[in-house]
């Protein structure tokens, strides 16, 4: 539209510029799977498990099919006796399922939490799910 200004002799027209079009962020949804391990650890492993955490942690995402993994030691009085959490999150159920095969993975369980873990009841909480995340970016 223009919209008349008056100042002085002559008339001066100016258009408004036209609104920019606000470009709407598409919704995105995705459905990955998670991984979710509860460990109960022997306090006297915690350094030795701690301090192995990082190298454990890029082994894991180093392994087809896995998009993040996250470990840490609880810090709450929440947790049943579990010590620490090890989250996993994959492209697929395929891929998780070639995940629990794979000989990376059977080593780190096998060499590396397991010995932590003698005589401890109940030393293993695991479960997968199909997360629904929606997302606009």
Not at 47 to 72: D, F, H, K, W, Y
């Amino acid at each position: 539209y223009q919209r008349r200004v008056h100042g002085g002799k002559d008339d001066v027209a100016l258009k408004a510029k036209p609104k920019k079009k606000k470009k709407k962020k598409k919704d995105f949804f995705w459905m990955p799977i998670v991984h979710l391990v509860l460990f109960k650890f022997r306090h006297e492993c915690f350094e030795r498990i701690n301090s192995q955490t990082g190298a454990v942690v890029a082994r894991i995402r180093r392994l087809p099919g896995v998009l993040t993994v996250s470990m840490g030691e609880n810090y709450t009085t929440r947790s049943l006796g579990y010590t620490h959490a090890l989250t996993v999150t994959f492209v697929s159920k395929e891929a998780e399922a070639a995940y629990q095969v794979h000989a990376e993975h059977v080593d780190i369980r096998d060499n590396i939490f397991r010995p932590l873990q003698q005589d401890v009841p109940d030393r293993v909480l695991a479960m997968d799910y199909e997360a629904e995340i929606l997302s606009n970016e």
